[in-house]
């Protein structure tokens, strides 16, 4: 199992920037394919992005393509989320999840195993 804190959530003006950062510990890390959900109130948690366990593939949702980056860093245990261009549509729950190397689809939730408690981004429009 390994525990999952997320950081660098808010409050910012369509078309700006945030960068959310979730740092792993317990078990080690880079042996986790890493992806980022989203879930707004009244809606099911939906894909954003996701990582392989190298960090040679990177997985996006259509709508989030272009605009936001998804990067791990192993040394320091931390996946990243760039987020720019903001729109209001990306105001949401954000939530870090960790699940195996291989043989998973990192597109469904169901695949990963371990969450973290999520941290909200508010684009105002």
């Known amino acids: 199992q390994v525990q999952l804190v997320e950081s660098g959530g808010g409050l910012v003006q369509a078309g700006g920037s945030l960068r959310l950062s979730c740092v792993a510990s317990?078990?080690?890390?880079?042996?986790?394919?890493m992806g980022w959900f989203r879930q707004a109130p009244g809606k099911d948690r939906e894909f954003v992005a996701g990582?392989?366990?190298?960090?040679?593939?990177?997985y996006y949702a259509d709508s989030v393509t272009g605009r936001f980056t998804i990067s791990r860093d192993n040394a320091k245990n931390t996946v990243y989320l760039q987020m720019n261009s903001l729109k209001h549509e990306d105001t949401a729950g954000y939530y870090c999840?960790?699940?195996?190397?291989?043989?998973?689809?990192?597109?469904?939730?169901?695949?990963?195993?371990?969450w973290g408690q999520g941290i909200q981004v508010t684009v105002s429009s």
């Open positions: 999840a960790a699940g195996p190397p291989y043989g998973m689809d990192p597109y469904h939730s169901g695949e990963y195993e371990d």
């Open positions: 317990g078990r080690t890390f880079s042996t986790y394919t």
């Open positions: 990582i392989s366990w190298s960090g040679g593939s990177a």
